[in-house]
């Protein structure tokens, strides 16, 4: 369904992505996951249209997207990280608006409008002008706006950052929903938990390359370790985490706790205790962490995710 290939993007004298190359099946729901800054929202905006390419190739249901961008248009739907809405229009009027600017018919159209805000639970708040929304019933009515023309794809730019958790619930019933029935979304996030929910495949991004994709099991056999040893000090400091953290390879600190990769936790264990001790640091908490796409990540790169 898209095929992207060799994909380039500089701000400047700023390279944004370098060269990245990935496909994405009919039907597959499809996850960028990355720290902000990392290139994922560059990416989307250049498959949505939105951005032009400095070099490379992306192809949409067999259509070049330099040469034929209205029809791939036609067979996206769009949910910006921005919310586009204006604010002095009702949700109805956002949604007529926005599906106006698709052509779809006026009478399908106002039974579109209506499924979808029944979908996103607003029905009863159709009529309300959206400065009266909360943020997360904003964030709703955005990706409603961009169902309304039965797209084949989804592209979704980090669409629960910042909301209540009653929207990130109903809208991801909703992500499930579309991709049960067969479409294809592209989901750009760094909330670790979303992507291993959602996805069937996950391409991992950090500085503009594409470090990694593959199924989960695919990216835990790329992994080198297997758990995290997380462990709490009583006395922890910059200087004793620097100390601890030049004994052990694999080390990050988080919210004042760190974390020690391992591949053996029986093994490994014992030794970082000493470790810990011998650089003066009083142990408070040890909690055994296993693999996930965070773990994953700071193994490929050795780096953690961050906000």
């Known amino acids: 369904m898209i095929s992207v290939s060799n994909l380039t993007k500089s701000y400047g004298a700023a390279p944004a992505l370098r060269g990245i190359s990935f496909d994405i099946k009919q039907g597959e729901f499809f996850g960028l996951l990355g720290p902000n800054g990392a290139g994922k929202t560059t990416t989307i905006s250049i498959m949505s249209t939105l951005l032009e390419p400095d070099s490379g190739e992306v192809k949409i249901a067999g259509f070049e997207l330099r040469t034929n961008p209205m029809d791939c248009k036609k067979i996206i739907g769009v949910v910006p990280q921005e919310i586009a809405l204006y604010n002095e229009l009702s949700a109805y009027d956002n949604l007529m608006f926005w599906g106006g600017l698709y052509s779809v018919n006026t009478t399908d159209l106002k039974i579109r409008i209506d499924e979808t805000l029944k979908l996103f639970g607003l029905y009863d708040r159709r009529k309300d002008k959206v400065k ?116 052990w390879a694999g080390t990050t600190r988080q919210e004042g706790d760190v974390h020690f990769a391992t591949s053996d936790v029986k093994k490994d264990l014992a030794v970082i205790v000493l470790k810990c001790s011998q650089v003066g640091l009083s142990i408070s908490r040890i909690d055994i962490k296993k693999l996930n796409l965070e773990t994953i990540f700071l193994s490929l790169t050795g780096k953690q995710l961050r906000d």
């Not at 593959?214 to 995290?228: A, F, N, Q, V």
Request: proline share 3%.
């Open 132 to 247: 009266t929304y909360s943020g997360g019933m904003k964030r709703r009515i955005n990706i409603a706006s961009a169902l309304l023309h039965e797209p084949k794809v989804l592209f979704m730019d980090e669409p629960t950052v910042g909301i209540d958790p009653q929207s990130r619930n109903l809208i991801f019933e909703v992500v499930e929903k579309l991709h049960h029935a067969g479409m294809t979304i592209v989901y750009t996030t760094h909330y670790m938990e979303e992507a291993e929910r959602f996805c069937d495949r996950i391409g991992i991004i950090d500085s503009g390359q594409i470090i990694a994709q593959g199924t989960l099991d695919e990216l835990k056999s790329l992994s080198k370790i297997s758990e995290t040893i997380v462990i709490s000090f009583s006395n922890l400091s910059e200087d004793l985490y620097q100390k601890i953290s030049s004994e």
